[in-house]
Nanobody, 124 residues
Framework: QVQLVESGGGLVQAGGSLRLSCQAS????????MGWFRQAPGKEREFVAA????????LYAASVKGRFTISRDNNKNAVYLQMNSLKPEDTAVYYC?????????????????WGQGTQVTVSS
């Protein structure tokens, strides 16, 4: 079993930056691909970014590519999402997710474990 706890959300003005963190428990972190998803009010949960187990392969949604960076520290069992040039449309609850598999993926159904989420609000 893997438990995920997100932190780092908050209120920021448009153009600002935030760094989300996800702390994972469990001995399988090093072999797990990780991802970030987000859900805005009234919308479905959508893919944001993902990273494979070694950190050597990453994928991004088109809406965040060039502004967000996903990274991981396997020594700390942590994954991060650096968010720059934030826009009001980035406002959502951001969720950390883990796969049992090591390969990167984008489909919500391919992730096996989820955190409780952290709120990100970007004001205009």
């Amino acid at each position: 079993q893997v438990q995920l706890v997100e932190s780092g959300g908050g209120l920021v003005q448009a153009g600002g930056s935030l760094r989300l963190s996800c702390q994972a428990s469990g001995r399988t972190f090093r072999t797990s691909a990780m991802g970030w998803f987000r859900q805005a009010p009234g919308k479905e949960r959508e893919f944001v970014a993902a990273i494979n187990c070694s950190g050597g392969n990453t994928l991004y949604a088109a809406s965040v590519k060039g502004r967000f960076t996903i990274s991981r520290d396997n020594n700390k069992n942590a994954v991060y999402l650096q968010m720059n040039s934030l826009k009001p449309e980035d406002t959502a609850v951001y969720y950390c997710a883990a796969r049992r598999e090591s390969a990167v993926a984008t489909g919500r159904g391919l992730f096996d474990y989820w955190g409780q989420g952290t709120q990100v609000t970007v004001s205009s």
